[in-house]
């Protein structure tokens, strides 16, 4: 297939030779878009951006004909998704500073619906006396006897009561009429911990539950706890996913000791069901926008459809993107309109929307404006092995027109840690060091998700330690290739990241010039207790997760906490903090400015005044990295 381009000058201008990097503020920006969505027949999306004045989603007509708009200034906004053609639901969260249906301090979630027509706007559960005007939990939309409905996670403010299981009450399943807001009870949770799936009517399809006290998952049929499909042990051993390929069936997700896999499962029960997905951890399913039903699978690997017409369709778009990383993030029914965003080479990343039925590709918009083409560094894996012979990669940048030759190295470990791993795409972070003259290596070591679940468990008890020196043995792989010098290496890192760089200058030392840690993990016998307090008495989930990861339940987590080895640290430490982070506590960061400084050992602490976990704000983003960037470019320059 052969696509009419619309370009945008930034693609279509030749590459002069590279004058002066751009500044660290159009790395450290918001992405100037952050999310997209489109209508099921594909003739509106909707974005959501950010600017000088915050953000703002934006609707329009796949002409590019704006139908209208909202501006939020400095809230944070999380997704954007349609409902119909007529409606818009925007994600919010905040960080609530009070103690709501059992929690402490955490990040709730609301969500906004933008009535196109009326151009009227509200939030769901948002300002009434019968329920907590949060979200807690988002089940889809459906389109029921011509009316819109959203389905929702909620709870009453008659049932929040100290008494209610512990101080714990559990969200029952709602749908909203999206034309008035007025909620309707669909069933009921029985105070248990519960996920629900939904049919193309709006009928419950299928809910799980979990029992704590049994450690098990069962799904059942329907809205009750009568017809059990399939039951399994495991704190993670099964999810809902979606309806299956025909009525009457649903995808659930299973995991054993060695592998995972998607069964799918016909609803009245009496069969294992077809097993569509084996040993992919990232997989999940692609349903059309009508019928909900599953038409493939996506996943790191890319997108699998069951109808080779459709499949087609998704590699005839890519073919206007040559040379390009294009990632499928919205598409219309029957594929006839998709949304990519493109990464490259010469690529800081633009939204494209693909009509392919008109054969086009009309630009959107870019991610990072100020970042030119020729200022994009270079990306690729690097494959290497672990001490022990496990094979593993992680993401080499390269600084834009320089040699990969003996480069100064700036080592980033991803956060999670059980997460997709590291890709060839741009990365702000790294991109800002490579503009700065730095090698940077994003490794992904054991338990990262997207190697299997062999891969991902390997990282049982391995916290700080082989998942550590899974790090390391990637700088001397590329120490021992000639692209980087080993003596000229700082490590940085944020959340786990932030507790390997930790560990990389106390547990380990003799490795890195300098350790940046952005909310990272000090103390993980602190940590522990943190968790166990701050969750559900009755859940354990994340407590025993922990645990597990850590090997608390074989050892002393003293042995793998920075905190313990403050005096021994041999480089210095930048600490960088959220003042509203409710993943890792504040005090992670404060403890171990006081030790190290008690040890008489450099470093420095930056507080992020009102920030959170995931640096949502513009300005504390510039600030950290400005203030990072300066840190390692002190301690481990590039020239």
């Known amino acids: 297939m052969r696509f009419l381009i619309v370009l945008l000058a930034a693609l279509g201008a030749a590459v002069s030779a590279r004058a002066a990097p751009p500044p660290l503020e159009a790395y450290g920006r918001l992405p100037a878009i952050e999310d997209v969505a489109l209508s099921p027949s594909g003739a509106r999306f909707a974005v959501i951006v950010a600017d000088k004045d915050g953000r703002k989603v934006i609707v329009r007509k796949s002409d590019g004909e704006v139908l209208g708009g909202l501006a939020f200034g400095k809230a944070k906004l999380r997704g954007v998704a349609f409902a119909g053609e007529d409606h818009v639901l925007i994600t919010e969260t905040a960080t609530v500073a009070r103690p709501v249906i059992g929690l402490q301090e955490t990040e709730m979630a609301g969500v906004i619906d933008f ?5 009227a706007s509200y939030m769901i559960f948002g300002k009434s006396n019968t329920y907590v005007d949060a979200i807690l939990g988002y089940h889809g939309a459906r389109e029921v006897n011509g009316r819109w409905y959203a389905y929702v996670g909620g709870v009453t403010w008659e049932k929040v009561q100290p008494h209610a299981d512990a101080g714990v009450v559990y969200p029952d399943l709602y749908r909203i009429d999206l034309d008035t807001g007025r909620p309707e009870f669909v069933a009921s949770s029985a105070q248990r911990i519960r996920g629900w799936l939904l049919g193309a009517d709006g009928q419950v399809m299928a809910n799980s539950v979990f029992d704590p006290n049994r450690r098990q998952y069962t799904v059942y049929a329907g809205a009750g706890m009568e017809h059990a499909l399939i039951q399994r042990a495991g704190d993670d051993a099964l999810s809902l996913m979606s309806p299956g390929r025909t009525p009457g069936t649903v995808l659930v997700e299973e995991r054993t000791d060695d592998t995972v896999l998607v069964r799918e499962l016909p609803l009245g029960g009496g069969s294992e069901g077809a097993v569509l997905i084996t040993g992919d951890n990232t997989a999940g399913p692609l349903t059309d926008p009508d019928t909900h039903v599953v038409v493939g699978i996506t996943s790191l690997r890319g997108q699998s459809l069951f109808d080779t017409a459709l499949q087609k369709r998704i590699a005839d778009a890519r073919e206007a993107f040559p040379g390009e990383h294009a990632e499928l993030m919205a598409y219309s029914r029957n594929f006839g309109q998709m949304l990519f965003l493109t990464e490259g080479p010469k690529d800081a990343g633009h939204y494209w929307l693909v009509d392919v039925v008109a054969r086009s590709a009309v630009p959107i918009g870019d991610v990072r404006p100020e970042v030119a083409a020729a200022d994009v560094g270079p990306t690729r894996m690097f494959a290497y092995k672990a001490a022990d012979g496990l094979a593993m990669e992680g993401v080499l940048t390269l600084p834009p027109g320089r040699e990969a030759k003996d480069l100064p190295l700036v080592v980033m470990p991803h956060g999670g840690p059980i997460v997709p791993g590291d890709r060839v795409g741009f990365d702000w972070w790294a991109q800002a060091f490579a503009s700065r003259g730095y090698a940077v290596f994003q490794p992904n070591y054991r338990g990262t998700l997207g190697y299997g679940e062999a891969f991902r468990r390997a990282a049982e008890g391995q916290y700080g330690r082989k998942m550590q020196t ?56 602190r940590m522990l207790i943190w968790t166990r307090e701050r969750g559900n008495p009755r859940d354990g989930r994340a407590l025993s997760f922990w645990r597990g990861l850590t090997g608390a339940a074989a050892g002393d987590v003293e042995a793998i906490s920075p905190l313990r080895f403050a005096a021994k640290a041999d480089a210095p ?67």
């Open 115 to 119: 009535n196109l027509k009326t151009r």
């Open 470 to 525: 899974d790090i390391s043995d990637g700088i001397e792989a590329l120490a021992k290739a000639g692209i980087v010098d080993p003596k000229r290496a700082c490590i940085v890192g944020g959340s786990y990241g932030g507790y390997a760089a930790l560990a990389g200058v106390t547990l380990q030392r003799g490795l890195y010039r300098c350790a940046v840690s952005v909310a990272g993990v000090a103390d993980m016998g």
């Open 573 to 639: 430490i930048l600490l960088v903090h959220g003042e509203n982070d409710t993943v890792v506590p504040i005090e992670q960061s404060r403890m171990m400015q006081k030790a190290l400084n008690g040890a008489g050992k450099p470093v420095d602490f930056v507080l992020m005044d009102g920030e959170d976990h995931w640096l949502s704000s513009a300005p504390t983003r510039q600030a950290m990295l400005s203030a990072v960037v300066a840190f390692v470019q002190k301690h481990n320059p590039a020239n």
